[in-house]
Nanobody
């Protein structure tokens, strides 16, 4: 089970960190990803981290603004976003991939959290 939290109303330019806590064992073996779904749009890949720490980004341009990290001791993965924009408004979902690679493909994820809403305002 995955439990995402940390969403809320943010101003443009703010920073925000989302958390996702996983229950169960073997968290360190899983690849973990963050996806988001903006109003009226398809869910899209944001960033992922594999069991080895390798990161995959949905867009290279976001590497300086979005950062994913994990704390295996706490079964938690984090998504940090800087310089937030109104277009970052979305429901953010965390997901777990037992293959461990941290894929960008939604179909390769086995478990999904319930989502946490981030609302950006200008």
């Amino acid at each position: 089970q995955l439990q995402a939290s940390g969403g809320g109303l943010v101003q443009a330019g703010d920073s925000l960190t989302l958390s996702c806590v996983a229950s169960g064992r073997a968290f360190s073996d899983f690849g973990m990803g963050w996806f988001r779904q903006a109003p009226g749009k398809e869910r899209e890949f944001v960033v992922a981290i594999g069991w080895s720490g390798t990161r995959t980004y949905g867009a290279d341009s976001e590497k300086g603004r979005i950062f994913i990290s994990r704390d295996n001791a706490k079964n938690t993965v984090f998504l940090s976003m800087n310089r937030l924009k109104p277009e970052d408004t979305a429901v953010y979902y965390c997901a777990a991939d037992w293959r461990g690679s941290g894929s960008s493909l939604q179909d390769e994820y086995d478990y999904w959290g319930q989502g946490t809403l981030v609302t950006g305002s200008s």
